[in-house]
């Protein structure tokens, strides 16, 4: 079966500085892993994706995700964090289907930016 | 402008009546899903489709129903059934590999 695990439920930073934020996922074989954000009261919107080749994965405003095989990780980072960037963010795996994909969350990082 | 549109944004229900919710996308996916968002909890799916007149029960799809008519619409009936119906709601399509989310529909029941 897969699972996601998403170690921090909430990640309080200060403007302009570094963030990281980490998941972990268990699964018997080869996934596509993706990186979502939810502003409060919205819908999912993806940051960024890994489906295969390079392990350093760069999304939208900033972000980056590296996939380690080894440690089953994939973590996110931003070198320097806005306010604007508070927000919850979601970890996900999905098995990679020829024609349908079943996802699977983690249970979300608040990130707090604060001034 | 492509999308999914999830309706109503906020629904208030009595306790014991039957609700559905409405998703709509005209992305032309065939795979379409729901998920229950409560706090702490990330994502939890109730029933999937992957394509029209098929669905399945997702992981907690107790007090849940679902219909896939058209390719583009996958409502969902919350039951009385349901014992804790209180939460937002996710619909979500995909083809390939990257799943799209409305905007939610946050339902109270009073």
């Known amino acids: 079966a897969q699972s996601v695990t998403q170690l921090d439920s909430q990640v309080p930073v200060f403007e302009e500085a570094p963030v990281e934020l980490r998941c972990n996922y268990s699964?018997?074989?080869?996934?596509?892993l993706f990186w979502y954000v939810q502003y409060p009261n919205q819908g999912l919107q993806l940051l960024l994706k890994?489906?295969?080749?390079?392990?350093l994965v760069k999304g939208i405003n900033g972000f980056e995700a590296e996939f380690n095989k080894s440690q089953t990780s994939f973590h996110l980072r931003k070198p320097s964090v806005h306010i604007s960037d508070t927000a919850e963010y979601f970890c996900?795996?999905?098995?990679?289907?020829?024609?349908?994909?079943?996802?699977?969350f983690g249970s979300g990082t608040k990130l707090n930016v604060k001034p | 402008d492509g999308g999914i549109t999830q309706s109503p944004k906020y629904l208030f229900r009595k306790e014991g009546q039957n609700v559905t919710l409405s998703c709509e996308q005209n992305l032309n996916h065939d795979a379409m899903y729901w998920y229950r968002q409560d706090p702490g909890q990330g994502l939890r799916l109730i029933y999937y489709?992957?394509?029209?007149?098929?669905?399945q029960k997702g992981d907690i799809a107790e007090g849940y129903s679902v219909s896939r008519e058209k390719k583009e619409s996958f409502p969902l009936t919350v039951t009385s059934a349901q014992k804790n119906p209180t939460a937002f709601y996710l619909c979500a399509s995909s083809q390939n590999t990257e799943a799209f989310f409305g905007q939610g529909t946050r339902l109270t029941v009073v």
């Open positions: 489709s992957q394509i029209v007149n098929d669905f």
């Open positions: 996900a795996v999905s098995l990679g289907g020829v024609n349908f994909n079943k996802f699977y």
């Open positions: 890994y489906l295969s080749g390079s392990t």
């Open positions: 699964s018997s074989v080869s996934v596509y």
